[in-house]
C-alpha cells in the first residue's frame, strides 16, 4: 500500500471543509438515541446525556467543540491529510509546533474543566497507530497503513469523538493473559471472519469517557502472550 504523508495537503482557515460535527450543540445532539445499554448505580439509564450525575462528563467533551469553536488555532487544526478542519484530538501531529499546541490545548481545557475531557488517549492513539502502521506495511507488506488511512479519514469528515480502551480486568495479576482461568479477563481475539474480520471476547474497564465516543480504539493493556 502507498503511505500518505499527513502533511501532503495543508489548506488555510478558508480553504478547509467543514465536517459534520461543529458545534457543542451539535456535539450533543449526536449522542442522543442512541440507545446504549447503561447501568448506574442498578438502574437503567434511558438516556445518559440527560442524566445528572453522567452530564458533567458528558458537558467536559462538549467543551473541547467550544473551544475549537472560540479559539480555532488552539482548539482545531486544518488536516494536511483529509483538508477538514477537526477537532486538535484528532489532527495527527505534523510538525513539533502541532505538538506544543496539543499541550496548550490541554492545558487550557482543563483550566475551563477542572476534570478529564477524555479525548487524550484517543489523540495519542491515532497518532502512534498512524506511525506504527506505516512501519508494519514497510517491513511486511501489509495494508494496515492504507486501511487506517480511510479511517482516519472518516473520523475528521465527522469530527468524531475518540475514546481509548486499554485497561483490562487482568484477573490473577501474577499470571499471563493465556494463563487466566476465565480468558475473557483480557480482551482478546476469539475468532477471525472471511474478509479480515473479528469477533472479540472480553473487556475494558476504567473507561472514562465511553458514554461521550462514538468510537472507541482498542488497544492491548500489555504484552500479549
Not at 181 to 209: C, M, N, Y
Request: aromatic content about 8%; proline content about 5%.
Amino acid at each position: 500500500s502507498k503511505a500518505v504523508s499527513p502533511s501532503a495537503k495543508v489548506g488555510s482557515r478558508a480553504e478547509a471543509n467543514e465536517p459534520r460535527i461543529r458545534t457543542a450543540e451539535e456535539y450533543l445532539a449526536s449522542l442522543r438515541g442512541r440507545r446504549l445499554r447503561v447501568y448506574l448505580q442498578g438502574q437503567l439509564v434511558e438516556e445518559p446525556v440527560d442524566h445528572p450525575i453522567i452530564w458533567p462528563s458528558v458537558n467536559a467533551v462538549a467543551e473541547t467543540y467550544r473551544l475549537s469553536e472560540q479559539q480555532p488555532e488552539l482548539g482545531s487544526a486544518v488536516s494536511g491529510f483529509s483538508g477538514f478542519r477537526t477537532s486538535r484530538f484528532l489532527h495527527i501531529a505534523e510538525s513539533a509546533e502541532d505538538l506544543v499546541r496539543q499541550s496548550e490545548m490541554q492545558r487550557e481545557l482543563g483550566r475551563r474543566t477542572g476534570t478529564c475531557f477524555q479525548r487524550c488517549v484517543g489523540m495519542d492513539a491515532l497518532n502512534s497507530v498512524w506511525s506504527t502502521t506505516y512501519d508494519i506495511d514497510a517491513r511486511h507488506g501489509t495494508s494496515y497503513h492504507s486501511r487506517f488511512q480511510r479511517f482516519v479519514r472518516e473520523m475528521q469528515e465527522g469530527n468524531y469523538v475518540i475514546g481509548g480502551a486499554m485497561t483490562d480486568p487482568k484477573g490473577d495479576r501474577s499470571k499471563g493473559p493465556s494463563d487466566q482461568e476465565d480468558p475473557d479477563l483480557f480482551l482478546r481475539i476469539a475468532s477471525r471472519r472471511p474478509g479480515g474480520g473479528l469477533v472479540l471476547r472480553g473487556a475494558k474497564v476504567h473507561q472514562t469517557g465511553t458514554l461521550n465516543a462514538h468510537w472507541i480504539v482498542v488497544m492491548p493493556g500489555g504484552k500479549m502472550e
